[in-house]
């Protein structure tokens, strides 16, 4: 509160007091005045106190003991100072539930007062008190007020039905609102229409499978009217609702599009981007070769390059949206580059994105004005985006083959500027560019030795040590290069040192005679004075390889290398794809899916394009590789995937150990790891998103795994893909799943605590429906009859989903088996237990209760395999806190037998390695409510009398875990 | 949807806070302060992610605006919200400053339950809003049943943005075509890129609900036109006109009647609002050519010579014209002489600041400059920041010309003639500048 008082003495305090005087009040005896003020007669110094109040709260002082006293001003004539009680109850009734209740009669009474604005405000604020007492109160005030007849007064209750659905679920659905709600997209009032639709998407996104937005071409042609109709927001709301629907063909899509392209007008960039991202997903289901798809496509672009006009925040989702556009449909801004060029002024977060774009739009007829923008970036100030702009000259070099030469000389050019960070990062791109060029710009490598001595950062100094081992045999001090960087060898970071241990192999296996000192001197360095394993395994790898066969190692180190290819960083389609889906969401900012940052079940749908239906012509469009859905992904770097994952598969451990099915691979992999795969991991780095490979093998420590492969398969990001990608094709063929492990039934209301009523069952899931597997005793002397079922709230809202099917008398002595389908759309409510389920069972008899615990395993579902890529990405993103260790004894399963087993369970496979005598198997679980639950499952293969398994499981919601880990040891016993 | 919405002074002090949703704790307010406004870097990123809750801010003057949510909200409306929410304070209040934001809380709060219900932004126009929230209080308690009936259901309506029976003795309007010239021009005189932003801003004072109808020389309208011969000079009108990029409109305009027909018809706000915005790229007037001259003699000298050329009509004049020429950091001393107006070294904005009153069209003047610099050992090259060019002229550089605004009201007597109006055209420079 310094601040305002400071104020007030700087202010000429002469003429008019005002609001401000408000923000003063610091003294100590604060609170105890505002109670007496609160409780003045005088209508003005009430008013007073409150704003005070209301000015104390905003700072985040606690006046919640004023509760009663500010209540008590409610009931007043003022709106000004009605409004302001409302807003103190909004803060503070969660905490006063039972004081808030003071405060129902005046909203109910408001609730019908004759002016709407009051009505209005009264159940706008009513929904917004989270009380359970008052929200029993609200339904018959919202019932009236969502069939007012002014269209204000609707509008705001359309809202509150969404508020409450927040509250509680199922009192919204009992009391019929939803369809209540439904029925006002019908209304005449497009503002009603809109506010309907927002609420009713809100609502529809928790339960995923509900049809509850039940759009059909009926209501789609009455959101588009509305569009026409209503505010800037409300067009907003309809669109992103309209983004959801699924045409039943081209022609209804085209429709669409026609009706949603005036949109692309509008002065609001939201609207714009809401319409281009329904005009993106619809133009999916459109023909080719129709006339209307291009004048489509040449439609989309100048509202994109309108929204750079708009304010920097603006700019900003707006490049980050257009970044995933170009990427999914590069023709609509192919010649619009030059808006893309960087201002002096932008802000840097603009500058940085519009340089992304403008490599993506790189080709060879803008090629020459791309570069010598690049070259004018490179002396700007920001160190960051001259970097990036040095950077993006090489990615030029490698994407247009022609401008190679021209970008290699630019390059040099910026080398001789002798700014430190610019000379190192060009050092950098060339080596790509070597990579991509071999032998072509060799030339160059005499003026990059001049730098040796600046460069400080590891990537540049590991690319410098590849250039030398690479064309050894062109440099003639070679050796005493490489020599002078092993000096400090231990000082080096691991990136620098894996390269120097590959590079002066490199050049013993070019000039023998000179270097076997150093060469022996590199390699007990590598593996006897280093304690990191990546190092070792690299040296003994090498060492082994020289000793036994010279030849063989110079056919292996020195063999040909693959090429790198242009885009490196491009995401993934299927990603691309869901991104495409949230065009203008957050998820477009942060180019991530909604799941990954949004908690609990809401958004954790994913979205897909569709593609026209049924029709082949996907095959021959242009953009093959980004439409289908269905395509395997093109690999981003084709080779370096496979080599990784062969890699991961080298056992190294005495011929004892096995390596199941990839043996025929092996002997290949070998050849190429060693000739390629080591330099490409190094190489390969500034081109993978995820940045280290091997470069952390503290990570790997720290999940408790085998660390020479773990940060490999976890840094490699999308590139290790293809290779884990094999491994799970391999390891997916050996058998059929076994189904799913179904415990025997136990005993879970003895007879004596139901009138001889007995109750035995257990749970089982069929098919992706989970039953609830139940027989019913008579222990009794009489006819049991009238059985019926509840469910109380729990963890993942199981509930019946049809009646408890008992249709004959159940007589004396007789024992009848049902199976109850279970629905896990009731409502929920945390358990102790967590898979705790308290059941209440009637007939004609009593009403009986008993609980029982479901395996938690009922509730895995069939879609729960999970991406490889998102996995890594998950697994990197959820904290280490969240982990949890646990170990399985006594297992006698090898994995592969493993995995068939919990797949049964729906326990699925993603990936499997085989590292140092040990199966490592990567697992994955989604949940009904979209939790998911990620696993590293360790297995011993080579020693049979090890029968240990390591789970380490991770999860957002750790309680889960020890659950899950349950689950697994059940079914692997099982 | 938002969470919630902040506002803070400088300093990270909370001035309003209003939560909408329950997954938005108190703390959240803090993590911002801490985590952006107390950051000790620049702002990276307009959204912030901290703790797996998003953060967008914008900042006007030293006030920062924060929206905050955990779910998957549509950026881009968040953005557009936070700007509207600035717009109608300062509708209401003027400037956007801590003290009228203090003076004001209680009708901030006023208004963020009004246009942000449960997170979803409600209508938000001022005009609207204005016929029942004041500053002076709550207007409505002692409002006729049709008062609140009309003030709902301007509200809610579809003409939401204008009220009923709005009179004036003088039908007037009043249309200013603002443009602003872009330019990035290479020191060899090539156009590395030029565009023009215009705006099309009215100010109407008309009675009743007017239909209006707004034409200019678009080019595909005139051509549309020309073929089906209903222009008497189609050569001339065809020359006159201009390729438009892309426009938007304010949301009194029929989108989709410009959609299928490309005529602009709305029934406008009372007072003043911004029609349309668009952009042109082809056949750009440039009002002026820089033409720079750098030569480093030694590494403690530099000679600059620059040379603007007007091009434009003789007959008219540009008006606030400033040339700014960046210095190098190790600057000592500036010598400047220039032919017309006054030049200035200004050593804490590292350049030389030129400016000349007025300067007619098809006229050239020149400024040089011996800079000394002091001898440093940093290696870094001065980054030679473009010269930047200010300057105003009385005409639309993209060649924009306003056809009619004609005016319908039936139901009151008055006729597209009797309606007065005024066009002005002014053109700006935007970001002028030549690298050199």
């Not at chain 1, 970097?387 to 030029?396: H, P, Q, S, T, Y």
């Not at chain 1, 957050?586 to 799941?595: I, N, Q, R």
């Not at chain 1, 990001?717 to 415990?743: C, E, H, N, Q």
Request: glycine share 6%; charged share 25%; aromatic share 8%.
């Amino acid at each position: 509160m310094e601040w305002a008082s400071q104020l007030c003495e700087n202010r000429g305090l002469g003429s008019k007091m005002t609001d401000s005087k408000y923000f003063t009040t610091t003294k100590k005896g604060e609170i105890f005045e505002l109670k007496a003020e609160l409780n003045s007669d005088k209508k003005e110094k009430k008013k007073e106190a409150v704003k005070k109040v209301i000015a104390s709260m905003t700072v985040g002082k606690d006046v919640s003991a004023l509760f009663p006293d500010v209540v008590n001003c409610m009931q007043t004539d003022n709106l000004e100072l009605k409004k302001l009680v409302y807003l103190y109850l909004m803060n503070y009734a969660k905490s006063q539930p039972d004081m808030a209740i003071m405060a129902v009669n005046t909203f109910v009474k408001d609730c019908e007062d004759p002016n709407p604005l009051i009505r209005a405000l009264a159940v706008r604020t009513m929904g917004c008190i989270r009380v359970d007492k008052i929200t029993e109160y609200l339904c018959e005030p919202l019932r009236k007020c969502l069939k007012d007849e002014d269209p204000y007064v609707r509008k705001t209750a359309a809202v509150c039905v969404a508020k409450l659905h927040d509250i509680n679920a199922q009192l919204v659905e009992d009391q019929g609102f939803l369809d209540t709600l439904k029925d006002l997209i019908s209304d005449s009032n497009p503002m009603v229409v809109a506010n309907a639709v927002a609420a009713l998407s809100e609502i529809a996104e928790s339960h995923p499978n509900s049809n509850l937005l039940d759009l059909n071409p009926q209501t789609i042609n009455k959101l588009l009217t509305a569009l026409n109709e209503c505010t800037e927001w409300g067009q907003i709301f309809i669109l992103d609702c309209l983004a959801n629907y699924m045409p039943r063909d081209d022609r209804e899509s085209q429709s669409i599009c026609e009706r949603v392209t005036p949109r692309l007008s509008h002065a609001n960039s939201a609207v714009v981007l809401s319409a281009v991202k329904v005009l993106m997903k619809f133009m999916e289901m459109l023909p080719k070769d129709l006339d209307y798809y291009g004048t489509l496509l040449k439609k989309l672009a100048p509202p994109l390059v309108t929204l750079l006009s708009a304010e920097p925040e603006l700019q900003y989702v707006a490049l980050r949206n257009i970044n995933l556009i170009v990427q999914k449909r590069p023709e609509i801004l192919k010649h619009e580059m030059k808006v893309f060029f960087v201002k002096y002024n932008d802000p840097i977060y603009v500058k940085l994105e519009k340089l992304d774009i403008m490599i993506r739009l790189a080709s060879q007829a803008n090629i020459a004005q791309v570069l010598a923008e690049l070259k004018e970036y490179a002396t700007e100030v920001d160190v960051d985006f001259v970097r990036k702009a040095v950077r993006a000259i090489g990615r030029c070099a490698i994407k247009v083959e022609q401008s190679a030469e021209r970008c290699v000389s630019t390059l040099l050019d910026l080398i001789q500027t002798k700014v430190n960070y610019v000379v190192q990062e060009a050092i950098v791109v060339i080596k790509d560019i070597f990579r991509k060029y071999p032998n072509k710009y060799e030339s160059v490598i005499a003026t990059l030795c001049e730098n040796l001595d600046s460069l400080d950062e590891p990537e540049a100094r590991a690319a410098m040590i590849w250039i030398v081992g690479e064309y050894a045999e062109r440099i003639d001090n070679a050796d005493e290069l490489l020599e002078s960087f092993l000096e400090g060898f231990h000082d080096e970071s691991t990136q620098v040192q894996l390269q120097l241990l590959t590079a002066i192999v490199k050049l013993f296996l070019k000039k023998p005679t000179e270097t076997q000192e150093l060469v022996q001197q590199v390699l007990s360095l590598a593996t006897q004075d280093s304690d990191n394993p990546d190092l070792r395994d690299r040296g003994y790898i090498y060492w082994r390889l020289l000793s036994t066969d010279p030849v063989a190692a110079k056919e292996v180190v020195l063999a040909e290398k693959p090429l790198i290819s242009e885009e490196t960083d491009l995401i993934e389609p299927t990603l691309l794809e869901e991104l495409i889906c949230h065009i203008g969401t957050l998820a477009s900012v942060y180019h991530k899916p909604p799941s990954a940052f949004v908690e609990g079940s809401r958004g954790v749908q994913h979205k897909k394009l569709t593609a026209r239906a049924g029709s082949g012509e996907s095959a021959e469009s242009p953009d093959v590789g980004l439409s289908g859905p269905s395509e395997a992904p093109p690999a981003v770097i084709p080779s370096q995937g496979d080599l990784l994952g062969d890699l991961l598969n080298l056992d190294l451990a005495p011929p004892t150990a096995t390596v199941p099915s990839v043996q025929p691979s092996m002997q290949m992999g070998a050849m190429d790891l060693l000739g390629g795969g080591l330099d490409s991991l190094m190489g390969d780095e500034s081109d993978t998103l995820g940045g280290d490979i091997g470069g952390s093998p503290s990570m790997g420590g720290g999940l408790g795994v085998a660390p020479a492969a773990m940060p490999a398969a976890l840094g490699g990001a999308p590139a290790v893909g293809g290779g884990l990608g094999d491994l799970f094709d391999l390891s997916g063929g050996v058998g059929m799943p076994t189904g799913s492990y179904v415990a025997p039934k136990t005993v879970w209301l003895p007879a004596m605590k139901a009138k001889g009523l007995e109750i035995s069952g257990t749970f089982a899931r069929r098919g992706g429906i989970i039953q609830m597997d139940l027989s019913l005793t008579n222990k009794a002397m009489s006819v049991m009859t009238d059985f019926a079922i509840q469910f109380n709230r729990n963890s993942f809202g199981l509930a019946p989903a049809g009646p408890l099917q008992v249709l004959t008398p159940l007589s004396p002595n007789q024992t009848i088996d049902v199976s109850l389908p279970l629905s896990t759309s009731g409502p929920v409510m945390k358990m102790e237990p967590l898979n705790n389920l308290q059941v209440a069972v009637k007939n004609n008899i009593d009403v009986f209760y008993f609980s029982c615990q479901y395996p938690i395993s009922m509730i895995f579902v069939e879609d729960g395999k999970m991406e490889r890529q998102v996995f890594l990405a998950t697994w990197k993103d959820i904290p280490n806190d969240n982990e949890a260790l646990f170990q399985i004894k006594d297992i006698h399963l090898n994995s592969d037998a493993a995995s068939n087993k919990l797949q049964g369970s729906n326990i699925f496979t993603i990936a499997k390695r085989t590292v140092e005598g040990q199966d490592m198997l990567y697992l994955s679980v989604k949940l009904t409510n979209g939790i998911w639950v990620l696993a590293e499952m360790r297995i011993q293969t080579g020693n049979p009398n090890y029968t240990e398994m390591e789970l380490s499981i991770k999860c957002r919601a750790p309680e889960v875990s020890p659950f899950v880990f349950q689950c697994y040891e059940l079914v692997l016993k099982n | 949807m938002i969470g919630g919405l902040f506002i803070y002074n400088h300093k990270g002090e909370v001035l309003i806070s209003r939560v909408y949703r329950d997954d938005i704790g108190r703390n959240a307010v803090d993590a911002f302060r801490v985590n952006v406004i107390h950051a000790r870097q620049q702002v990276r990123s307009p959204v912030t992610n901290i703790a797996r809750t998003s953060f967008f801010h914008v900042k006007r003057s030293n006030i920062w605006l924060a929206a905050v949510t955990k779910q998957n909200v549509n950026a881009a409306m968040v953005f557009e919200f936070l700007y509207k929410m600035c717009d109608v304070m300062a509708a209401y209040f003027g400037k956007i400053s801590e003290e009228n934001i203090k003076n004001n809380f209680v009708l901030i709060y006023e208004l963020l339950d009004e246009i942000l219900d449960f997170g979803y932004p409600q209508n938000s126009e001022t005009g609207a809003l204005k016929t029942f929230i004041t500053q002076q209080g709550i207007k409505g308690q002692h409002q006729t049943k049709e008062e609140q009936s009309q003030i709902t259901s301007q509200v809610t309506g579809q003409i939401g943005w204008r009220r009923e029976g709005i009179k004036y003795r003088r039908n007037e309007l009043f249309l200013d075509v603002l443009e602003s010239v872009n330019l990035l021009m290479s020191p060899q005189g090539q156009v590395l890129s030029a565009h023009v932003s215009g705006r099309v801003v009215m100010k109407s004072y008309l009675s009743g609900m007017p239909e209006c109808k707004f034409g200019m020389n678009d080019k595909i309208v005139i051509d549309k036109q020309g073929k089906g011969g209903t222009t008497d000079d189609p050569g001339k009108s065809g020359k006159q006109s201009i390729a438009i990029d892309d426009c938007t409109f304010h949301q009194c305009v029929r989108l989709s009647k410009f959609d299928s027909e490309r005529s602009i018809s709305f029934i406008p706000p009372d007072g003043e609002y911004e029609l349309m915005r668009y952009r042109t790229t082809k056949d750009i007037i440039l009002p002026f050519r820089v033409i720079p001259l750098v030569r480093e003699v030694g590494r403690t000298k530099l000679e600059v010579k620059v040379v603007i050329k007007s091009n434009f009509k003789p007959s008219l004049l540009a008006q606030k014209i400033e040339v700014r020429i960046p210095t190098p950091l190790n600057t000592s001393g500036v010598q400047v002489i220039c032919m017309k107006g006054k030049a200035k070294y200004k050593a804490s904005e590292n350049a030389i600041v030129w400016k000349i009153k007025r300067m007619a069209g098809m006229k050239e003047s020149q400024i040089s400059a011996e800079i000394e610099l002091l001898p440093t050992n940093d290696k870094k090259k001065w980054a030679r920041p473009p010269i930047s060019m200010n300057f105003e002229v009385p005409f639309a550089p993209s060649g924009l010309k306003v056809r009619y605004l004609k005016v319908f009201e039936s139901k009151l007597n008055y006729s597209d003639h009797d309606v007065i109006k005024w066009v002005r055209y002014i053109g700006r420079s935007g970001i002028y500048e030549t690298r050199c």
